[in-house]
């Protein structure tokens, strides 16, 4: 096969490509945030550690990246951070006292809070 012709294919190949870098360290910032938030998270009717929601997210996030199909964090929460993809029950958080919220709430809250904090004229 022509050397060139094989390159020309191998660059038509789905890519493993990251969302821009402001949107990949928001969606970072985010799952970070939950892993180290002290909050609980509820997927398919259990409850799961921060450290394990964390570790969830990102493998979710990785999957999704890998298909390029996350270019935002408000593309994270939607596709990742709101519902279970097996079974498409809501996730939830459950914070030390305060009441449990659908964890596309309680991430969106999130994301805000962190643009408040650091404004990005970009965005």
């Known amino acids: 096969m022509n050397r060139f012709l094989l390159l020309g294919l191998l660059?038509?190949?789905?890519?493993?490509?990251?969302?821009?870098?402001?949107?990949?360290?928001?969606?970072?910032?985010?799952?970070?945030?939950?892993?180290?938030?002290?909050?609980d998270f509820q997927r398919n009717g259990s409850w799961y550690p921060p450290k394990k929601a964390e570790e969830h997210l990102r493998r979710k996030y990785?999957?999704?990246?890998?298909?390029n199909m996350v270019a935002?964090?408000?593309?994270?929460?939607?596709r990742?951070?709101?519902?279970?993809?097996?079974?498409g029950r809501a996730y939830s958080v459950r914070c030390p006292g305060k009441p449990v919220v659908n964890s596309a709430a309680w991430l969106r809250a999130r994301l805000l809070e962190m643009r408040k904090a650091n404004p990005s004229p970009a965005r």
């Open 80 to 87: 990742a951070g709101t519902q279970s993809s097996m079974s």
């Open 72 to 78: 935002t964090a408000e593309e994270f929460i939607e």
């Open 11 to 39: 660059g038509a190949l789905p890519s493993m490509a990251a969302p821009p870098q402001p949107a990949a360290r928001e969606i970072d910032q985010l799952i970070a945030g939950l892993g180290a938030s002290g909050c």
């Open 62 to 67: 990785e999957w999704l990246r890998e298909r």
